[in-house]
């Protein structure tokens, strides 16, 4: 593509290329590190926005990533400069990660507004870091290319394969019910996360992953390749060449996001039986480039694409095998028929030429539209008086029998509540009660924490059940399963119908006429509402102050308010 700049167009030119006072200490400063005019004069300054952190083992390879991204990006004429971001191990980062999407989202932005930068290139992939990044450069609107971190290899205990997370939940169920040894437990610790990278089954870290790549953010293919894999340092080479590019043909965030792109990301989500975070995360992705999108949206697009990855924990296999077998070029080939094919990428071209002569390799791995692992749809977003402005769940990833069901409540005030009445062995429960969580959600948890997937009750494990409907206004892991439904809203710590639910109440859902209902009088209802006190602010100051005053629910994407309003940022006054 012909360059749309002149080096005096670049941003960077207002702090490096002027001759005032300012730009005399903007460029003794570089020379300060050994830099001198041959390196930056009429470059664009690319930075490189990295998540790696010391405590986060899905980005510890970033370190060196960041390396190979300013290999490529010194090829292709371009001055990197490197800078930092809150890192967000899923894995380490307590109450959960989701308190700070924003904040990274906000720092990200920030970041590229108060630095000379033309161009970025956005390192990360553990889960909320992929939509964290994306809002961020949305926002900001320079060039940017997303560079994933890639999934970790495939799990190994005795010969058997593990799957993060959806092994994790398995077995510890499994030890629960006496099943496997303490001995067994720990060596099971020590296979399940072999190598650097993230979550290797398809939960959130795959899932957004593969999303920005279809939303046209990656490099083609680039979302599904092993961390480890050696193709993957090639990949944040090339992304370094070519965001140089990218910055002089001035193609920017606003260039590729469209409702078709978004479009795209859905569909392909929903082939791959994506994690259910994934609906607030493109939500919020999507708001914050000004393109309208509702929860109803994804069910209408689960209807029309079915599951055809067979990945855990909706089929039987891991990243490492999707990858083998084609990755997502080979899928997005599969739903040619259903993709609009003409939406821009960071390549400078449509998504059709990116997946030009993809093919599947493994066609137990990535199936087909005409033979599907499940035609449940991966998600389904129901509503009812429980939930009137909607809630999610998977339905493949549920026992068949709990699709229609009708049961009796057992309510749970909270966390530390739940955790308690699950493991009683009198608990008067049965495989069809429906156990409910409340105040877990955005404000409630904080921070809608993954409590989503409630454990089932001890005494049940013992008997051999392993699914039951569970409700909540909390999110789930994507490496869960169940017949969980997630993201009730309003949450019940705003005052949501879910705050007064009381046990032994009766709770009809019907998956396919998408309805949930709380058989309770609306006279009843009222009462209880009458008679309900708002919780206490769970912050008196600092950060969860800021999140609990301008935090959205669930069905907006949990952004902030004052992030997703629209309007131009004014550029920095230098001097
Ligand atoms: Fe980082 Fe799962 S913990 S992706
Ligand atoms: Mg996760």
Redesign the pocket.
């Known amino acids: 593509m012909p360059s749309k700049k002149r080096p005096e167009d670049l941003r960077s030119h207002r702090w490096l290329g002027v001759t005032d006072l300012r730009s005399f200490g903007h460029r003794s400063r570089l020379r300060q590190v050994g830099y001198d005019t041959g390196d930056w004069a009429g470059k664009p300054v690319i930075g490189i926005i990295n998540t790696w952190s010391d405590i986060?083992?899905?980005?510890v390879h970033l370190r060196t990533r960041a390396e190979e991204v300013k290999r490529g990006v010194l090829q292709a004429g371009g001055f990197p400069i490197e800078l930092p971001a809150l890192s967000l191990?899923?894995?380490f980062v307590k109450p959960t990660t989701m308190l700070y999407r924003n904040l990274l989202a906000m720092e990200v932005e920030e970041l590229l507004r108060s630095h000379p930068i033309d161009g970025a290139v956005l390192l990360g992939?553990?889960?909320k870091t992929t939509p964290g990044l994306l809002m961020g450069a949305i926002s900001m609107n320079v060039p940017a290319i997303f560079m994933p971190a890639g999934p970790m290899l495939r799990g190994n205990w005795h010969g058997e394969v593990l799957g993060?997370?959806s092994d994790t939940w398995k077995y510890w169920d499994e030890k629960r019910a006496g099943k496997i040894t303490e001995a067994q437990w720990e060596e099971i610790e020590g296979g399940i996360a072999r190598s650097f990278g993230?979550?290797m089954t398809m939960?959130?870290?795959a899932t957004m992953m593969a999303v920005a790549e279809a939303l046209g953010f990656t490099l083609p293919g680039v979302s599904s390749i092993p961390a480890p894999d050696s193709n993957h340092p090639r990949a944040a080479k090339e992304s370094g060449r070519r965001i140089v590019e990218m910055v002089w043909e001035d193609l920017k965030p606003s260039d590729i996001m469209s409702k078709e792109a978004v479009d795209n990301a859905i569909k392909v989500h929903m082939a791959m039986a994506g994690s259910t975070n994934c609906i607030i995360h493109l939500i919020a992705i999507a708001r914050r480039a000004g393109i309208p999108l509702e929860m109803s949206r994804f069910d209408e697009l689960s209807r029309e694409v079915p599951v055809i990855v067979n990945v855990r924990p909706s089929g039987a296999y891991l990243m490492e095998d999707f990858f083998y077998a084609g990755g997502l070029r080979g899928l997005m080939s599969q739903l040619r028929s259903v993709l609009d094919l003409s939406a821009m990428t960071v390549t400078g071209k449509s998504v059709g030429a990116n997946i030009e002569g993809a093919e599947v390799y493994k066609p137990d791995v990535i199936k087909s539209l005409n033979d599907p692992v499940s035609r449940d749809g991966a998600t389904a977003v129901l509503t009812g008086n429980l939930a009137p402005r909607g809630c999610v769940m998977k339905p493949s990833a549920a026992e068949k029998r709990l699709h229609k069901h009708r049961g009796k409540v057992i309510a749970f005030e909270d966390y530390n509540h739940m955790a308690r009445e699950v493991e009683r062995d009198d608990l008067d429960v049965t495989a069809d009660h429906i156990l409910v969580l409340k105040n877990s959600g955005p404000q409630g948890g904080p921070g809608m924490p993954e409590w989503g997937m409630l454990p089932i009750p001890k005494k049940l494990v013992k008997q051999g059940v392993r699914d039951m409907v569970r409700i909540s206004d909390a999110r789930m892991s994507g490496?869960s399963y169940g017949a969980c439904i997630l993201h009730v809203a309003p949450e019940s710590f705003v005052g949501g119908p879910l705050a007064f639910v009381q046990t032994g109440d009766e709770i009809e859902i019907d998956i396919p006429a998408r309805k949930i209902h709380l058989h309770v009088s609306d006279e009843e209802l009222a009462r209880r509402k009458a008679a309900w006190k708002k919780p206490a602010p769970k912050y008196p100051r600092g950060y969860g102050a800021l999140f609990s005053d301008h935090i959205g629910q669930a069905d907006d994407g949990c952004d902030f308010d004052f992030l997703s309003r629209p309007g131009q940022v004014p550029e920095p006054e230098i001097h």
């Open positions: 986060n083992p899905c980005h191990s899923e894995s992939g553990c889960d993060s997370g993230t979550c939960g959130t870290a490496t």
